[in-house]
């Protein structure tokens, strides 16, 4: 059975500093985008970036210029590394991969507060 394993989540102040990671494992499959999404309560899942297997990345507007993606396609993992955090930044991360299928994560939970 496939699996995302998703770790590096936690509890940090305002202008903190996480890094994300997520991992693929168990059948062989190919994959040509990873990214990560979140999900704060009461509000519906969100796409934070994502990094295609010709290293393009893409940000959503609210985190550009903070977070940073990172991938290795042939290991089958993504990392993101966020800086300034905001507690508007505090949610469920979720890493998801894309190939013939769509794998999700079980989801790190960030929270960002004093």
């Known amino acids: 059975q496939v699996q995302l394993v998703e770790s590096g989540g936690g509890l940090v102040q305002p202008g903190g500093s996480l890094r994300l990671s997520c991992a693929a494992s168990?059948?062989?499959?190919?994959?040509?985008?990873m990214g990560w999404y979140r999900q704060a309560p009461g509000k519906e899942r969100e796409l934070v970036s994502t990094i295609t297997n010709n290293g393009r990345a893409t940000y959503a507007d609210s985190v550009k210029g903070r977070f940073t993606i990172s991938g290795d396609y042939r290991k089958r993992t993504v990392f993101l590394q966020m800086n300034s955090l905001k507690p508007e930044d505090t949610a469920v991360y979720y890493c998801?991969?894309?190939?013939?299928?769509?794998?999700w994560g079980q989801g790190t939970q960030v929270t960002v507060s004093s």
């Open positions: 168990g059948s062989i499959f190919s994959i040509n985008v």
């Open positions: 998801r991969m894309i190939g013939n299928y769509v794998y």
